[in-house]
């Protein structure tokens, strides 16, 4: 079987060759990106914050916190990303969101699960941030359960996306300060009763396309909590970094 997915793969090359994810220049391997655009992609390394995951200037040598993650720790254990959410990212989550890009989850999940194998090791069970159901009719697919897919399908981690559901329909985020978005997103998230006893004790990766304020994760991680989980961890292709 597999050998006859590759053929077909071969076969659709020949027809459509493989091309950047972000500019559409050609490419030698399907769902990538061409040199110049993996060179503009501010990816996140070490140092960085353990627990919000955002990049420090300087490397001291040992792990440490932000002053944001000390003064306001988030509810969930550790935030990690990809990249920053900068022009190339920005664009890519745009049309993976927005555009009908399904085709790029394969690329930017697996680019998340590289760099969230420190929270994959421990993680029990994958679980997307979920959409309210009038705006997944709307939109037709959640872009984080695309991602989610790709993820599991690369760890080999199961994922579960019932053990999480969207009550609550919120207005955009765009455009809201911190407050605001807390306010939004209260209540909005909760586990189904039927779904808490495989979530109880289970160390749960939550999945999502950007962290800006974690005010979505931080919502989504309190229902997981408090249907049972043991601890919850984030992992986002891009977020926002204030320099």
Partial sequence: MRLVHRAAEGAI????PPSCIACGNATGTPHAFCAACWSSIGFIERPFCERLGTPFA????VPLLSPAAIAD??????????ARYDEVARKLVHRLKYGDRLELARGLGALMARSGGELLATADVIVPVPLHRWRLWRRRYNQAMALAKVISDESGIACDPFLLVRVKG???QVGLTRAQRGENLQGAFKTPP??????????VLLIDDVLTTG????AAARALLRGG????????FARVVQD
């Fill in 13 to 16: 090359s020949i027809v459509y």
């Fill in 58 to 61: 300087v490397d001291l040598g």
């Fill in 73 to 82: 720790p988030p509810v969930f254990e550790r935030a990690r990303a990809v």
């Fill in 170 to 172: 919120t207005r955009p």
């Fill in 194 to 203: 039927e779904a808490r006893a495989r979530l109880k004790g289970k160390r």
């Fill in 215 to 218: 005010a979505t994760s931080n």
């Fill in 229 to 236: 989980a043991a601890a919850v961890d984030v992992l986002v």
